[in-house]
């Protein structure tokens, strides 16, 4: 038996929260514990008991309200209690959220569908006249009366491994259209959806039949499925333990480009309503934005510290402008430091890792302070003592244009790597403490500050040339130069920069993990989103998600030691290098 708990949904009969044996008996089977879930609709109490729990079973029962998605009440739906649809869609909002995964059965697989934004078949008998196949069959719950064709391609085929699954079927609803971000993955013969998957990679499954009273019978396939679901729920479980005991933390987030929009990092904040010209997007639209970082996010993806860092778009290098730029560096950090001051009562400022150790331990989100662009420091190297007294943990030596410090990544190189002043700022930097930052640098700007610098270097979001041929990305060379003088690559989550054609996922962007990992060792390898800065990949959509990394981490084998090393571990190593 393993310690999973495996919350299940409860029916409401007579006033009494309820569920059938099977599901608890399939659960007890699979190697998991049991727990149901009263019928409650206080949103505290439900996310109380799911934050206790590994895995979640959406139970059979009645049917859903067409309010739900939008449509009119068919008239022989009558067999509905509008608190239990309130409580399955707070449970599985609350789960997903977490990435806890959720096998939904029967109405569970409908009321994802509907969560998630699909509608439904209301009266299968009307809705689909011509049908064959009997949906809500008169023989007993274990047998098998119709089958579904599975697709070969999904998740669902690796557990059930059949084309033509045998299922019983007793259900009056059924899914109509999709939910984006969902694949249908089984159909009976009339067409009808039977099964649904996350397509965005999350352990999200619902099938019409009901596995657990085939599954009390002795039926192989169905004991499988809870099989899988209760090792979906241990990986989970094992993932937050892990996330509990070390510290997590993304080195490369744009989130203060936000501040001039009211944002609050410490709360969840309104759908943003972006200037395009602000952005140097031709449209006189207004573009909608969600914010990816802020407290809750960070709280609810277990992510315990962010850099978060002043981002300063290269401009002209006259005495002036550059002036200019540094003043606004100051700013942007002044009022960074203003908001996390407001908010500490859930975050504060860490300039060292004993700062990170302490809120670790206090339960706050730990903010770092960093600057891209060098160019921020003006013409005047003494600025970077104030930006050391702030607590600037990097700096990132350009952009993506030439500036007066080094090469960018981009463009005809000006200064053939470091400029006589770039090499005074990175000795400069090395003596006050600040890491040297080689992301958007040139290559050769990137091999200049490795003979140069006293200390290890960083690139605090660059993935992977060889997998994704970029010119922002780190080649086999550079990384083995970054790794022999003991720093790390932050591997970036941006699409661009992960995958060169099609969606990049987070298993792709872990592949870049895995690559260096093997080419220079686990010491060399970390984290740096870049979200709010364009980073986001498919199942990753904000820091509410990091879970999911530590997820493939695991499901690949790595040791909890190296998840430790990846996720701060190797980022800390390098801020105690340089005596932060
Ligand atoms: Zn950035
Ligand atoms: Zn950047």
Known sequence: MSNMLIGITSNNIENKSCIADAYVNAVVKAGGTPVLIPLVTDKAVLENIISHIDGLILSGGGDIHSSLFGEKLHPAVTDYKLERDMYDLALILSATERQMPVLGICRGHQVINVAFGGTLIQDI???????????????AREIATHSVRINPESKLYQIVKQNDLQVNSFHHQAVKTVAPGFNAVAFSEDGLVEAIESGEGK????????????????????IDTFGYFVGEAALYGKAKEIHKKIITL???????????????????????KLNPKDFG??????????????????QKGMLDAAVMVAYIPQGARTEEASKKAADKTFSILSTLMKQIGKNKNTTGQAKTVTDLQRMKREGKKAILLGVENAYGIG???????????????????????HNDICDSHKGTPEHNGLSEFGKKTVL???????IVDISHTSEKTSFD???????????????VK??????????????????????????????????ENGRATVEDAVDHIDYIVKKVGIDHVGIGSDFDGGGELTGLKDASEMLRITLELLRRGYSEKAIAKIWGGNFMRIMKAVKR
Request: hydrophobic residues 40%.
């Open 449 to 463: 500050v490795l003979e140069l610098s006293r200390y290890p270097v960083i690139a605090s979001h660059s993935s």
């Open 281 to 298: 997007i031709k449209s006189e639209e207004e573009i909608n934005y969600a914010l990816k970082v802020d407290v809750p996010k960070m």
């Open 203 to 222: 352990t999200i499954l619902g099938v019409q039949w009901h596995p657990e009273t085939m599954a009390a019978a002795g039926n192989a396939v169905m």
């Open 428 to 434: 400069e930097m090395n003596r006050m403490g600040i």
């Open 466 to 499: 060889a997998l994704c041929n970029n010119t922002r990305n780190i080649s086999d060379e550079l990384m083995k130069a970054i790794a022999k003088k003991g720093g790390v690559i932050q591997v970036c989550l941006y699409g661009e920069f992960i995958k």
């Open 379 to 401: 013409k005047d190297l003494s600025n970077l003592q104030k930006l050391a007294d702030m607590g600037v943990v990097y700096i990132t030596l350009c952009h993506n244009r």
């Open 125 to 139: 008998p009307s809705q689909i006249p011509g049908s064959k196949i009997v949906h809500n069959q008169a023989e």
């Open 250 to 272: 993304d080195s490369h987030t744009d989130t203060p480009m936000y501040f001039k929009y009211g944002i609050d990092i410490g709360k969840t904040n309104p759908v943003l």
